[in-house]
């Protein structure tokens, strides 16, 4: 019997190679899974954006990151939590490797509290657990969160965005006091939670 001539198509493949058409079969499929996955990720962003009313920030505000301690709003004296003249709470805080400054700060429960951060170095991140407050702390810019606590408690967190050797170490503790408690507490109590 004669052999198919080497150019023919029904030729028997060598051990090992996969059809054409399978390849063709394989990969459609693949595709498919892929879009699918873009189509579900699109979707839960849009969802969680909407549902969750998450927002790109709405302002940009700059600073100088080298200058940060010779003057102006982060100026040492500047730090930890103040009483704006309509009763809500400012809490300025610097992020720098490995600490926050100051590294605890006392805030009044059930007050508007606006917090201020900035980074003295490198990118750091801010969140407290189970409350809004969640924003990357980046060199040259003010990150602003705004913020109530509804009872007094604390709150305990770790830089969330890795910043170094010593990122494991990075930590700042937000206290929660009584409204009517905190006007008896002193500066250095409202921003080093020294007697608590
Ligand atoms: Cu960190």
New binding site residues.
């Given amino acids: 019997m004669a052999e198919p001539p080497s150019n023919s198509p029904r030729r028997p493949l060598p051990d090992g190679i996969v059809p054409e058409e399978v390849v063709a079969r394989t990969e459609g499929r693949w595709v498919m899974i892929m879009a699918t996955m873009l189509v579900v990720m699109m979707a839960v962003i849009v969802v969680t954006g909407v549902a969750g009313a998450l927002h790109p920030a709405s302002n940009v505000e700059v600073i100088q990151p080298q200058t940060l301690h010779l003057g102006g709003e982060f100026v040492e004296s500047n730090l930890g939590t103040a009483i704006e003249p309509d009763g809500s709470a400012t809490v300025r805080l610097i992020?720098i490797?490995?600490d926050f400054v100051p590294h605890c700060a006392l805030v009044p429960a059930n007050t508007p509290v606006k917090f201020r951060l900035t980074s003295a170095d490198v990118v750091?991140?801010f969140l407290l657990p189970d409350t809004n407050v969640n924003t990357m702390v980046v060199p040259g810019f003010v990150a602003e969160v705004r913020t109530s606590f509804a009872e007094p408690g604390d709150y305990v967190m770790?830089?969330?965005?890795?910043?170094?050797d010593g990122?494991h170490g990075?930590w700042a503790r937000v206290s929660v006091v009584a409204k009517d408690e905190f006007p008896k507490l002193g500066t250095v109590e409202r921003t080093s939670c020294a007697k608590l």
Avoid at 158 to 164: A, L, Q, R, V
Wanted: aromatic share 14%.
């Fill in positions: 992020a490797q490995y750091h991140g770790p830089c969330h965005e890795f910043c170094g990122h990075m």
